[in-house]
């Protein structure tokens, strides 16, 4: 069974600063992996989608790397700003025809002006 | 990408009571997926909604408790029966279209 774990549960820096999130998954077998982030009260935003075939995905500020074989991915984010308070989710696909996503247990994010 | 609204986007329940969620997506989709979202936890499949099939259901999720209608390929709606308190939850509806896309959300509260 799959499981998704990421650390820290909950990280404060300051604005302006580059950070990096962790994501790790046991089952290396994976389809895809995809960050989300999920602002309070609200429901979940794709950020960026690594195709396990694919070792990091850039948008922007964000860059996602995949190391499949030791179960692990990280977003980075670059010059961090208030906007980008928010949890950050990452969610691991196992397969082809299944589309379900196990989730991780996510990081809270809380950039300080 | 796929746009997805929820009704509601919040409610305050008794329990005891049922409420059913509705899910529109802007395009056709062959699945649709319900997954909630406990308080301070990650999110959770309930089950994977096809068009014209009954839906799939995950490990901890009966169809008595949750039942799915799937009545074309833009909508679906989750319907929370016999409520309790342990199902004060956020619901999202899901699909995927290459990126997996989520419903803003339900926010529920059962008293």
């Known amino acids: 069974k799959q499981e998704v774990t990421q650390i820290p549960a ?11 999130l962790n994501c790790s998954f ?3 077998a994976i389809y895809n992996l995809q960050w989300f982030r999920q602002d309070p009260g609200k429901g979940l935003t794709s950020l960026l989608l690594i195709q396990s075939s694919q070792r990091e995905q850039t948008s922007g500020r964000l860059n996602a790397s995949l190391d499949k074989s030791s179960g692990r991915s990280t977003l980075y984010i670059a010059a961090s700003q208030p906007g980008d308070s928010a949890t950050y989710l990452c969610a691991v696909r ?3 025809g299944n589309e379900k996503l196990t989730f991780g247990t996510g990081t809270r994010l809380t950039i300080i002006p | 990408s796929a746009v997805i609204s929820q009704k509601p986007s919040r409610d305050i329940c008794q329990r005891g009571t049922s409420l059913t969620i509705q899910c529109q997506v802007d395009s056709q989709v062959t ?3 319900w997954y909630r979202q406990q308080p301070g936890q990650s999110l959770t499949l309930i089950a994977t ?3 014209g099939s009954e839906a799939t259901y ?3 999720f009966v169809i008595d408790k949750f039942p799915i ?3 074309n390929l833009t909508f679906s709606t989750l319907t929370v029966s016999n409520m309790s308190p342990e199902d004060s939850s956020i619901y999202l509806c899901s699909v995927v279209e290459e990126s997996q896309y989520f419903g803003p959300g339900t926010r529920l509260l059962v008293l």
């Open chain 2, 31 to 33: 699945m649709m997926f």
């Open chain 1, 94 to 96: 196992q397969d082809f």
């Open chain 2, 69 to 71: 209608s799937r009545p």
């Open chain 1, 26 to 28: 046991t089952d290396s």
């Open chain 1, 10 to 20: 909950a990280l404060s820096v300051p604005e302006g600063e580059n950070l990096v």
């Open chain 2, 49 to 51: 909604a096809n068009q």
């Open chain 2, 58 to 60: 995950e490990s901890g």
